[in-house]
């Protein structure tokens, strides 16, 4: 994943920066960086990993190395950046978001003839943010470039850009898969992934880019460089996961839609007759948490904290390289309250089931201090395709995916031809599909919210949202 925050003042827009980037951080977890230019020094830049040190504690000191009216930074969870490019568009920041999936076929249909070379990462691959740069030098202006660099990536690509005049550059990706929102103060405009990380930083909320379109930014206002195309898959699960509680895309508050979610997953329930025994609702924290506010809102059964999770060393399981150690610092980090759980049977719903590994372990830590039963409940549909677009689940294999690895086991290969009855609980093949994760996951019960239920629980229409995961349609 990643984020990007951009800004351009009439003042020193260094502070700005610094802030709405690390409101940032929950998108991120390798790499950090700014840029910032400076009428007489030009453009700046400073890199930093992130991975065992928070944003803010890697950067406190560019304030006595940097300064100036425009700035851009990045959080990254893959290529260093922003990068510095030197090229016939002249001398520009650059960051990029998203994911680049037919990187060695652009470098081999575009790039080979020109001679040129790029500078390779530790695992030989290609940094992605240089990728793209390349891709918009082939054109003569910027707009035209990142046309161009969007119409030939497989993937997504959210684009900022500060020139060396001090003018941002921001492209929306072009199906819009992920938001770029532009907000205004008195005296600086800025571009932002989150909304209220300008929002906390004295700017109002101007506007969403719409798919595709390209803004050019400076401290007096906005121009439409690029008109938005008609057609978006803007992500669901923004809402489900990713997003942060008090942002909103396209109109839409995060926090606010997972009451909605957990509520309408309570009603399906209660329809079943599936939570009548159940002492109290509790979430996965911690983004699972406002979809089980929502369930015990609808359902009337207590919420409570059977367990919290220890964060003030380790703020994100998910920050260790290896997956090994991810589960085991994610397993040290959950404390229980044993007062809720001894003698209890209790619900708790997570924002997703993916691979299963550390539910199963949550599930066997709540066993061990007393729970009766645990029950799961995930608040998207199970997760059926490793997602091409933002790399979210990080599986380099669909068969990671605990549902793929239970349907092969119920049926084979053959399975996969249907993914839609298995998708459906009230199917032969969802109930055997759900029965089975019980057994691997050592539940009570478990059931998955439906794609009909979350896509009413965002409120945008359907034809408006990527829902590949769950159903893999594009």
């Known amino acids: 994943m990643g984020g990007f925050f951009g800004a351009v003042s009439k003042t020193d827009a260094l502070a700005d920066v610094f802030f709405g980037t690390d409101y940032h951080s929950h998108l991120g977890t390798r790499r950090g960086g700014i840029a910032v230019w400076d009428r007489e020094i030009g453009l700046q830049r400073e890199i930093h990993s992130i991975e065992n040190s928070p944003f803010r504690t890697r950067f406190e000191h ?260 290896m997956q090994t150690d991810r589960d085991r610092i994610a397993k040290m980090k959950q404390i229980p309250v044993p007062e809720l759980i001894k003698g209890k049977k209790l619900l708790f719903v997570d924002d997703s089931v993916v691979r299963g590994t550390q539910l199963r372990e949550t599930v066997d830590f709540l066993y061990r201090s007393g729970a009766e039963e645990v029950h799961i409940r995930s608040a998207c549909p199970p997760i059926m395709f490793g997602c091409k677009y933002l790399n979210f689940s990080r599986s380099t294999s669909d068969m990671e995916l605990i549902a793929r690895r239970m349907i092969a086991e119920l049926e084979g290969e053959d399975g996969f031809q249907h993914i839609d009855e298995y998708s459906d609980g009230s199917t032969e093949r969802g109930k055997k599909l759900r029965e089975r994760i019980c057994e691997e996951l050592h539940l009570a019960s478990l059931e998955y919210q439906s794609l009909e239920n979350i896509v009413k629980a965002i409120g945008l229409p359907a034809c408006k949202l990527c829902t590949y995961c769950w159903n893999g349609k594009e």
């Not at 290529?79 to 652009?106: E, F, H, K, M, W």
């Not at 396209?250 to 957990?262: A, I, K, Q």
């Not at 406002?290 to 059977?306: L, M, Q």
């Open 62 to 321: 560019v304030f006595e190395t940097m300064h100036g009216t425009a700035a851009i930074g990045c959080i990254s969870d893959h290529d260093p950046q922003p990068l510095l490019i030197r090229s016939r568009l002249g001398v520009y920041a650059i960051c990029v978001t998203g994911v680049i999936n037919n990187a060695d076929a652009l470098i081999e249909r575009y790039l080979t003839d020109i001679g040129g070379h790029f500078d390779a990462m530790t695992n030989g691959g290609v940094n992605a943010t240089e990728l793209v740069a390349s891709l918009i030098n082939q054109k003569e202006d910027f707009a035209e470039g990142i046309r161009f660099a969007q119409q030939k990536i497989e993937g997504t690509a959210n684009i900022l850009i500060l020139k060396n005049d001090g003018t941002l550059i921001a492209a929306r990706d072009r199906m819009g898969r992920l938001p770029v929102q532009i907000g205004k103060r008195e005296d600086a405009w800025c571009a932002s992934f989150e909304n209220f990380a300008y929002q906390k930083l004295g700017y109002s909320d101007e506007r969403e880019l719409g798919p595709g379109e390209i803004v050019g930014i400076t401290a007096d206002g906005v121009t439409v460089l690029s008109p938005p195309g008609g057609e978006m898959r803007i992500c669901s699960f923004l809402w489900s996961y990713y997003g942060y509680p008090t942002s909103a895309y396209e109109g839409v508050n995060v926090e606010t839609m997972r009451y909605r979610n957990g509520a309408s997953m309570a009603d399906a329930d209660a329809a079943a007759g599936n939570n009548t025994t159940v002492d109290y609702v509790g979430g996965v924290p911690d983004s699972g948490t406002p979809h089980a506010i929502g369930y015990s809102n609808k359902s009337g059964i207590p919420f409570t904290r059977a367990f919290i999770k220890y964060t003030p060393t380790w703020s994100r399981s998910f920050m260790p390289e």
